[in-house]
């Protein structure tokens, strides 16, 4: 739930990103983007391929620097750390076991070896991988490398976290369930997320807030607050009336901005 | 695939024997393309002499001290290059301009500047070692995807983090391949370098060889070359198991096939079968010491062979059950693996004719050695091995089994053990082998009489069938109590030394069998008895042979 702390956790002011292009021209992936996002707020992102979405989680993890603009990040614990990051199809280590990368942040953070290996075990249960605590990546289907990129998120515990199109390249059943993972996981230790995704439904089905940006150079087009009650249910909320509103809401917007990318991708 | 695998392991065995065969009928020259048989004993003479070992340990060292000197240095310079771009820079041009040099190239210069000794040989191999494994090292770790880089330093990982928790273990598959390609390197190069002013080293015995117009130990030397090469593989492939698991994860899979193909060829092999055809082995050898003769490289090649051709007649007994439609309703089935579609029948032909093959060829190179006597023995098991169940007249399927069991994996096989030993035939020995005869007749007759019933019903003849349950059950005290009248008959007549009656210890275990034979029809009840037979036969027969041995070790002693 949004807490009532006036500063927000993340202020993102008026963000600039330009890259020289393959031509050497510059190419502009993020045009000014303001937002504020409070703490323990879960932000969703949504916008054409190529909008830029990506890019901003990656200034926001450190990954790219901006070429104007600020960026703040609020820490309230320094016992903790401040950001974790899922990545796009996993991004786990193949040379280590499940449970050496669930525990890889934790080793990284100092955590002495007992106690990782705990944690470890704890979020491997949690994600239902006990089995294969001991089995290395190339062992597990692309479903339960994704669930372990999630628990070593989890299992690292930041007061942000970052998440990249986290489950865009599963299939719709493993995709549906691990939703209501992270729902589940979520809601019982409230942390602020800024979750990207392409997707409408997983947009509405997660966030407090979903933000619209326009296609490239990204801007904020459109804000909806999502007003379905928490705890909630990944495959419920799809009844919902108010969930093809939304949708609807959001498509008008985003259908332009869609048209607007294939036309730039087609003369570029 | 399957079909594959086969012939690969086919060809080299056809080759073998046509080279053989092209040899013998003279349509090879002998000078220019000695036999593999002669090959063989060339070599066994070179390891007889322990000159073989001396030569390619000679070789080892050289290739293992170039191998460290230069492929350490370059691993760990690789993995500065791959992290760090100012040695990169530094060094690259160099490495790259070098690293096409043939390096056998460099050994005059290398000669010129440290002499003819040990150390320049070493050094060429280094050198060479390294300018390989250095730029495929550094490759390798520019090679790592920097996804992995970004997401250990969204974790928080520092420089030092990023090296030993990313780029070595991720570059450990590329650099594990490097060092096996280096290892190639120094085996082509040492042989090379040793043609060369040394005096020792399997090179020099190929090149010496050569001067001395000798072919058969020259083949002889590149066949230990392809040995020791086919041993660095393997001890290699196990370091990388060790070394990058997760690229064995991978592996296992291929793994847990190889598993599978143990599991279904496991039982059709028949494992339990083999002590019957050591057993003998060891008999005819220990009898053949006991008057004086052993030789241990040939009675390793006997037992070899012997497995071999017991390994090849279960294979064909196997193959032609199936084809004769016999175990369809085995109910203690042994193999079967047929019948229930885990293997294909021509697989199992396949491999037992294999088997035969690798039998018969060791069975050749043992007649170069002793003559004849042991080709007309060899020939006659050979045959019977096959038509116990193949061809019209089937031994087993006559009622002939326990007979032909009797006489081959008893005298025949003793006899024949102990003449690839002493060369000569003796009485005693035969005997002697007779009580051996009598227990591996008695495994076979209590397969049949368990299975009595059903045989019945399904028209195979056994022995057992032919008699009837009750004539069938004296048989059965006719052979267990042959075993041990004929034991010391043999002792009386002093054929056999007074030690081998430690051999009556079994005999409670003995009466114990013929006691549930006796009081038994049901083949649930019958099963433990052919376990028990087979494993009497194996501890009568081990307590006989070490009979033999320690009176053979008390002769030994009294002549001190």
Same mark, same amino acid.
């Given at each position: 739930?949004?807490? $009532? #702390?006036?500063?927000?956790?993340?202020?993102?002011? #008026?963000? =600039?990103?330009?890259?020289?292009?393959?031509?050497?021209?510059?190419?502009?992936?993020?045009?000014?983007?303001?937002?504020?996002?409070?703490?323990?707020?879960? +932000?969703?992102?949504?916008?054409?391929?190529?909008?830029?979405?990506?890019?901003?989680?990656?200034?926001?993890?450190?990954?790219?620097?901006?070429?104007?603009?600020?960026?703040?990040?609020?820490? $309230? #614990?320094?016992?903790?750390?401040?950001?974790?990051? +899922?990545?796009?199809?996993?991004?786990?280590?193949?040379?280590?076991?499940?449970?050496? #990368?669930?525990?890889?942040?934790?080793?990284?953070?100092?955590?002495?070896?007992?106690?990782?290996?705990?944690?470890?075990? =704890?979020?491997?249960?949690?994600?239902?991988?006990?089995?294969?605590?001991?089995?290395?990546?190339?062992?597990?289907?692309?479903?339960?490398?994704?669930?372990?990129? @999630?628990?070593?998120?989890?299992?690292?515990?930041?007061?942000?976290?970052?998440?990249?199109?986290?489950?865009?390249?599963?299939?719709?059943?493993?995709?549906?369930?691990?939703?209501?993972?992270?729902?589940?996981?979520?809601?019982?230790?409230?942390?602020?997320?800024?979750?990207?995704?392409?997707?409408?439904?997983?947009?509405?089905?997660?966030?407090?807030?979903?933000?619209?940006?326009?296609?490239?150079?990204?801007? @904020?087009? =459109?804000?909806?607050?999502?007003?379905?009650?928490?705890?909630?249910?990944?495959?419920?909320?799809?009844?919902?009336?108010?969930?093809?509103?939304?949708?609807?809401?959001?498509?008008?917007?985003?259908?332009?901005?869609?048209?607007?990318?294939?036309?730039?991708?087609?003369?570029? | 695939?399957?079909?594959?695998?086969?012939?690969?392991?086919?060809?080299?065995? %056809?080759?073998?024997?046509?080279?053989?065969?092209?040899?013998?009928?003279?349509?090879?020259?002998?000078?220019?393309?000695?036999?593999?048989?002669?090959?063989?004993?060339?070599?066994?003479? *070179?390891?007889?002499?322990?000159?073989?070992?001396?030569?390619?340990?000679?070789?080892?060292?050289?290739?293992?001290?170039?191998?460290?000197?230069?492929?350490?240095?370059?691993?760990?310079?690789?993995?500065?290059?791959?992290?760090?771009?100012?040695?990169?820079?530094?060094?690259?041009?160099?490495?790259?301009?070098?690293?096409?040099?043939?390096?056998?190239?460099?050994?005059?210069?290398?000669?010129?500047?440290?002499?003819?000794?040990?150390?320049?040989?070493?050094?060429?191999?280094?050198?060479?070692?390294?300018?390989? %494994?250095?730029?495929?090292?550094?490759?390798?770790?520019?090679?790592?995807?920097?996804?992995?880089?970004?997401?250990?330093?969204?974790?928080?990982?520092?420089?030092?983090?990023?090296?030993?928790?990313?780029?070595?273990?991720?570059?450990?598959?590329?650099?594990?391949?490097?060092?096996?390609?280096?290892?190639?390197?120094?085996?082509?190069?040492?042989?090379?370098?040793?043609?060369?002013?040394?005096?020792?080293?399997?090179?020099?015995?190929?090149?010496?060889?050569?001067?001395?117009?000798?072919?058969?130990?020259?083949?002889?030397?590149?066949?230990?070359?392809?040995?020791?090469?086919?041993?660095?593989?393997?001890?290699?492939?196990?370091?990388?198991?060790?070394?990058?698991? &997760?690229?064995?994860?991978?592996?296992?899979?291929?793994?847990?096939?190889?598993?599978?193909?143990?599991?279904?060829?496991?039982?059709?092999?028949?494992?339990?079968?083999?002590?019957?055809?050591?057993?003998?082995?060891?008999?005819?050898?220990?009898?053949?010491?006991?008057?004086?003769?052993?030789? &241990?490289?040939?009675?390793?090649?006997?037992?070899?062979?012997?497995?071999?051709?017991?390994?090849?007649?279960?294979?064909?007994?196997?193959?032609?059950?199936?084809?004769?439609?016999?175990?369809?309703?085995?109910?203690?089935?042994?193999?079967?693996?047929?019948?229930?579609?885990?293997?294909?029948?021509?697989?199992?032909?396949?491999?037992?004719?294999?088997?035969?093959?690798?039998?018969?060829?060791?069975?050749?190179?043992?007649?170069?050695?002793?003559?004849?006597?042991?080709?007309?023995?060899?020939?006659?098991?050979?045959?019977?091995?096959?038509?116990?169940?193949?061809?019209?007249?089937?031994?087993?399927?006559?009622?002939?089994?326990?007979?032909?069991?009797?006489?081959?994996?008893?005298? %025949?096989?003793?006899?024949?053990?102990?003449?690839?030993?002493?060369?000569? *035939?003796? !009485?005693?020995?035969?005997?002697?082998?007779?009580?051996?005869?009598?227990?591996?007749?008695?495994?076979?007759?209590?397969?049949?009489?368990?299975?009595?019933?059903?045989?019945?019903?399904?028209?195979?003849?056994?022995?057992?069938?032919?008699?009837?349950?009750?004539?069938?059950?004296?048989?059965?005290?006719?052979?267990?109590?042959?075993?041990?009248?004929?034991?010391?008959?043999?002792?009386?007549?002093?054929?056999?030394?007074?030690?081998?009656?430690?051999?009556?210890?079994?005999?409670?275990?003995?009466?114990?069998?013929?006691?549930?034979?006796?009081?038994?029809?049901?083949?649930?009840? *019958?099963?433990?008895? !052919?376990?028990?037979?087979?494993?009497?036969?194996?501890?009568?027969?081990? !307590?006989?042979?070490?009979?033999?041995?320690?009176?053979?070790?008390?002769?030994?002693?009294?002549?001190?």
């Amino acid at each position: 739930m949004p807490s $009532s #702390n006036m500063q927000p956790k993340i202020r993102i002011d #008026n963000l =600039h990103v330009v890259y020289p292009g393959r031509r050497g021209e510059q190419v502009e992936a993020v045009g000014g983007v303001t937002l504020d996002i409070t703490d323990g707020e879960l +932000v969703c992102i949504v916008g054409p391929s190529g909008c830029g979405k990506t890019t901003l989680l990656r200034v926001l993890a450190d990954l790219e620097q901006p070429t104007s603009g600020a960026i703040q990040m609020l820490q $309230s #614990n320094p016992e903790r750390p401040l950001k974790g990051t +899922v990545f796009q199809g996993a991004g786990i280590f193949p040379w280590m076991t499940v449970e050496q #990368n669930v525990a890889y942040g934790l080793k990284l953070r100092g955590v002495p070896p007992v106690e990782r290996t705990a944690t470890a075990r =704890h979020w491997i249960g949690e994600i239902g991988l006990e089995r294969f605590a001991q089995a290395y990546p190339a062992q597990l289907s692309g479903g339960m490398q994704q669930r372990v990129g @999630l628990a070593r998120a989890f299992a690292f515990d930041p007061e942000v976290l970052l998440m990249d199109e986290p489950f865009g390249a599963l299939d719709a059943q493993t995709r549906l369930l691990l939703q209501q993972t992270l729902l589940q996981q979520w809601e019982r230790r409230t942390k602020t997320v800024v979750f990207v995704t392409h997707s409408i439904e997983e947009a509405l089905t997660l966030g407090d807030r979903v933000c619209v940006m326009s296609a490239r150079p990204g801007r @904020l087009l =459109h804000e909806v607050s999502v007003p379905f009650a928490r705890p909630r249910d990944a495959i419920a909320l799809r009844t919902d009336p108010r969930f093809s509103t939304l949708f609807a809401e959001i498509w008008d917007v985003l259908r332009d901005e869609v048209d607007r990318a294939r036309a730039d991708e087609v003369a570029g | 695939m399957n079909h594959n695998r086969w012939l690969s392991l086919l060809s080299p065995l %056809v080759l073998v024997g046509l080279w053989e065969l092209a040899v013998q009928l003279g349509w090879l020259n002998r000078v220019f393309f000695p036999p593999p048989s002669e090959v063989f004993q060339t070599l066994s003479q *070179l390891i007889g002499s322990g000159q073989i070992f001396r030569d390619a340990g000679i070789s080892l060292l050289r290739v293992g001290l170039g191998f460290l000197l230069g492929g350490i240095p370059a691993v760990i310079l690789g993995l500065l290059m791959g992290v760090n771009p100012v040695v990169r820079a530094l060094v690259q041009p160099l490495a790259a301009a070098i690293y096409p040099i043939p390096k056998i190239a460099l050994l005059p210069l290398i000669i010129v500047t440290l002499g003819l000794g040990e150390v320049s040989k070493v050094t060429t191999i280094a050198v060479s070692v390294f300018f390989l %494994v250095v730029l495929n090292v550094a490759s390798s770790v520019l090679q790592v995807d920097p996804r992995y880089f970004e997401v250990a330093r969204s974790f928080g990982a520092r420089r030092r983090d990023l090296f030993w928790t990313v780029a070595l273990p991720a570059s450990l598959p590329g650099i594990m391949t490097s060092i096996k390609l280096g290892m190639g390197f120094a085996l082509t190069l040492i042989v090379g370098v040793e043609f060369v002013g040394a005096e020792n080293g399997i090179g020099w015995l190929i090149w010496q060889s050569y001067e001395l117009y000798a072919i058969d130990r020259m083949i002889a030397g590149l066949v230990v070359v392809a040995l020791i090469g086919w041993l660095i593989t393997v001890a290699l492939d196990e370091l990388e198991y060790l070394l990058v698991p &997760w690229q064995a994860a991978s592996v296992r899979v291929r793994e847990r096939r190889m598993r599978e193909h143990v599991r279904l060829w496991w039982p059709t092999i028949r494992p339990w079968s083999y002590t019957a055809a050591i057993i003998p082995v060891l008999l005819g050898a220990s009898i053949a010491a006991y008057d004086g003769a052993i030789d &241990w490289w040939r009675l390793f090649l006997t037992i070899v062979g012997s497995i071999s051709i017991q390994l090849g007649t279960n294979l064909v007994n196997e193959y032609y059950d199936d084809r004769k439609g016999i175990d369809k309703v085995q109910v203690f089935g042994i193999g079967g693996a047929i019948q229930r579609g885990e293997l294909a029948a021509w697989q199992v032909l396949a491999a037992g004719l294999a088997a035969f093959a690798v039998g018969s060829l060791i069975g050749l190179y043992l007649v170069s050695v002793t003559g004849p006597f042991i080709f007309w023995l060899g020939l006659f098991s050979v045959a019977t091995g096959f038509f116990y169940t193949a061809g019209p007249l089937a031994l087993a399927y006559i009622g002939l089994g326990e007979i032909a069991v009797f006489i081959f994996m008893g005298p %025949v096989i003793v006899i024949g053990s102990y003449y690839v030993q002493a060369e000569k *035939l003796s !009485l005693p020995a035969v005997l002697a082998s007779l009580p051996v005869g009598f227990l591996v007749a008695a495994i076979l007759h209590a397969n049949n009489l368990r299975d009595l019933d059903i045989d019945r019903q399904f028209g195979k003849r056994t022995l057992a069938t032919l008699l009837g349950r009750g004539r069938a059950n004296i048989e059965y005290y006719v052979l267990v109590g042959g075993t041990y009248v004929s034991l010391i008959v043999t002792v009386l007549l002093g054929v056999a030394p007074w030690l081998t009656l430690i051999t009556l210890v079994t005999l409670p275990a003995a009466i114990r069998l013929m006691r549930i034979v006796a009081a038994e029809t049901e083949p649930h009840a *019958l099963q433990p008895v !052919l376990r028990q037979t087979a494993k009497l036969h194996m501890r009568f027969g081990s !307590l006989l042979i070490c009979g033999w041995v320690f009176a053979w070790l008390i002769d030994a002693l009294g002549y001190l």
